[in-house]
């Protein structure tokens, strides 16, 4: 559902590591999910996106996991480096065209 | 390739004056518009989105309207801002297949209210 009035969590790992981003989505019809990264200051970014008939897909240092029984979809970071330090959103929507709804955002720090 | 224009890029408003932000769409024809609003340290809000030139639907009663005078052209209005306007003001379209679902975003407009 809507993320309005929650504030970001954040999570913080060290250069190099593993990241993972979890997002917890509300509509079981959803069938289509989407990750943004936002860097300060500037608009959301597609990163990777994901279709309901598949439960992973990989990108560049990036994995999309997608649990439908839970409804639970996972960012995986490999390697991760300063330049991913940003806010990371995940989106879903249900019915190709529909809208797209944001969940409520996951501010990455990364340790050099 | 498509590119999102927004302005202006920063305003800051007195409580009870009127807003208008503009967005303009190049690269692209027919495309699903959206303004979004992100609070400070928050997520995404949807305002409105439009399928069309004219056709505006809104996601939540508030103080702003939108219009779509052209094809390319989202409009983002208020008759007398509220404090809680303030924020982040995101527009965006769908690609160029559109089906997918995917957005594009503008770089935004920051509002502060006083």
Same mark, same amino acid.
């Given at each position: 559902?809507e993320?309005?009035g929650?504030h ?17 989505y509300s509509?079981s ?9 936002q ?6 970014q597609?990163?990777i996106?994901?279709?309901?008939n598949?439960?992973?897909r ?11 029984t839970?409804?639970?979809?996972s960012?995986?970071?490999?390697a ?9 959103f ?7 065209g ?13 340790k050099? | 390739?498509?590119?999102?224009h927004?302005?202006?890029?920063t305003?800051?408003?007195p409580?009870?004056?009127p ?5 303009? !769409?190049e ?7 959206y303004?979004? $609003? *992100?609070?400070?340290g928050?997520?995404?809000q @949807? /305002? ?5 030139i004219?056709?505006?639907s809104?996601? !939540? ?8 005078p052209?094809? $390319? *052209? ?6 007398? @801002? /509220? ?5 982040f003001?995101?527009?965006?379209n ?5 089906a ?9 407009s920051?509002l502060?209210?006083?």
């Amino acid at each position: 559902g809507e993320s309005v009035g929650l504030h970001l969590p954040t999570l913080s790992v060290q250069e190099g590591d593993n990241s993972i981003i979890n997002c917890a989505y509300s509509n079981s019809a959803s069938d289509y999910f989407i990750w943004y990264k936002q860097e300060s200051g500037k608009g959301p970014q597609f990163i990777i996106d994901i279709r309901s008939n598949m439960d992973k897909r990989q990108g560049q240092r990036v994995t999309v996991l997608l649990n439908k029984t839970v409804k639970h979809l996972s960012l995986q970071i490999a390697a991760t480096q300063p330049g991913d330090s940003a806010v990371y959103f995940c989106a879903e929507m249900a019915n190709q065209g529909g809208k797209l709804i944001f969940g409520q955002g996951t501010e990455l720090s990364v340790k050099p | 390739s498509q590119t999102i224009h927004q302005w202006p890029a920063t305003l800051v408003q007195p409580v009870g004056s009127p807003l208008s932000l503009e967005c303009t !769409v190049e690269g692209t024809s027919n495309p699903n518009l959206y303004w979004y $609003r *992100q609070a400070a340290g928050r997520g995404l809000q @949807l /305002l409105f989105y439009s399928v069309g030139i004219g056709q505006i639907s809104s996601e !939540v009663p508030q103080n702003l309207s939108a219009s779509r005078p052209q094809d $390319r *052209q989202f409009i983002l209005s208020s008759k007398k @801002l /509220l404090l809680s306007d303030s924020g982040f003001y995101l527009c965006a379209n769908t690609g160029p297949s559109g089906a997918t679902g995917e957005l594009f975003f503008g770089e935004g407009s920051r509002l502060t209210v006083l």
